[in-house]
């Protein structure tokens, strides 16, 4: 059984097999998490996603998808890069997130991954509330992570996603 951990901290200073990244579409580096992976990983990152835009991905990554890459320099194996959803009040985008932790996790298994760090997906600038993108990702992992992941560690910047997703957890 999937062990649910939670942590307040910095995503890319997980000691784990992968780091998943809140990425953008264009594979190819931003702000938030993204930016913060990108910046600490290094331009190994950066060049794994060139060649992923250069191939399979040559319009980007689409929403809820994953796809995973070296990760550089951080203290893992991979980098693994979904796509949130920007939320809506006047549209259900809720299976979108969803998908994001559900390919995340399936990516992690196909590569032999244990251990997995997720941020808050699509909680900081693509405006998720935070409570029910806490509730999504935690029924989510719950539901899809299997017998392949030992531990999935949340990595919550600051004390409010810490609560909310504690709230979730139990």
Known sequence: MTVIELVQ??????????????ANSSLLGGGGVDGAIHRRGGPEILDACRDLRASHYGK???????????????????VIHTVGPVWSATEDRSGLLASCYEQS???AAELGARTVAFPAISTGIYGWPLDDGARIAVRTVRESAGAAIDVVRFVLFDETAYGAFAAQAG
């Open 60 to 78: 980007g990554l689409r929403t809820g998808q994953a796809v995973a890459t070296t990760a550089g320099r951080l203290d893992a194996r991979w």
């Open 9 to 22: 901290g910095d995503i890319t200073r997980q000691s784990v097999d992968a780091v998943v990244n809140a």
């Open 105 to 107: 996790l399936r990516v």
